[in-house]
């Protein structure tokens, strides 16, 4: 089945720089790349995601790049803020074909010091 | 439109019993599935339902089980519950249907179970 890796698994920043979490995934037949953002005691939320058909997408200061040859994918976040703090987790799917089975990678838990 | 709603929100058991944990999905939204999270595990998938039907299943033991209702409600049920169960569970739903390009999951805020 699929495994996904996520690095760093902590990640401290200072308010205003940039931030960038790294995943891998095993399976090549994966197509489907969301990243989630969960805040204590709360549900994932989804902030970005991309298709395998694409290799950059970007949403104001949030941007995620793929790279299928290498199979890794990465989320960049510019000009970051204290509200960015939280843990951040990608996953990887394969979208058509019917149902819905996301694996996750292990989290990031970024956190944003002013 | 309202999000995933899940019930209850925390909930303590001991072992040996069995527990039923319900979600409601977002309104149109047809497909639910079922998440564990736990700090050493991560976030795995249990199952999903897709118009009343197991559509997908991931590794866990008969002990987890679920069903979907005709309105799109889902249930997860977990019996004879070990200290191991303890968790937070997850439901996300989403459109479902077959053949569509992004068929985005959208998580409720879980229920915490704690087994004693």
């Known amino acids: 089945g699929e495994n996904v890796e996520q690095h760093p698994s902590t990640l401290s920043v200072q308010e205003g720089d940039s931030a960038v979490i790294k995943c891998t995934y095993s399976?090549?037949?994966?197509?489907?790349f969301p990243w989630y953002k969960q805040e204590l005691g709360k549900g994932p939320q989804l902030i970005i995601d991309?298709?395998?058909?694409?290799g950059e997408k970007k949403d104001q200061r949030i941007a995620v790049t793929l790279n299928k040859t290498a199979k890794h994918f990465s989320l960049h976040i510019t000009e970051t803020q204290p509200e960015d703090s939280a843990v951040y987790f990608c996953?990887?799917?394969?979208?058509?074909?019917?149902?819905?089975?996301?694996?996750f990678g292990t989290g990031t838990q970024l956190k944003v010091e002013l | 439109k309202a999000g995933v709603t899940q019930t209850p929100r925390y909930l303590i058991k001991t072992r040996g019993q069995q527990v039923t944990l319900s979600c409601s999905p977002i309104?149109?939204?047809?497909?639910v599935s079922w998440y564990q999270q736990t700090p050493g595990q991560g976030l795995q998938f249990l199952f999903e339902y897709f118009s009343e039907t197991q559509r997908n299943k991931g590794n866990f033991p008969g002990r987890f089980s679920g069903r979907q209702f005709s309105n799109s409600r889902s249930e997860m049920n977990v019996s004879t519950l070990e200290l191991g169960d303890s968790a937070l569970y997850l439901c996300a739903s989403s459109l479902g249907a077959r053949g569509i390009l992004k068929d985005t999951q959208y998580f409720g805020p879980g229920t915490r179970l704690t087994v004693l």
């Open positions: 991309i298709r395998s058909n694409v």
């Open positions: 996953a990887a799917s394969r979208a058509t074909g019917g149902g819905n089975k996301l694996t």
């Open positions: 309104s149109g939204h047809r497909s």
């Open positions: 399976d090549s037949a994966s197509n489907y």
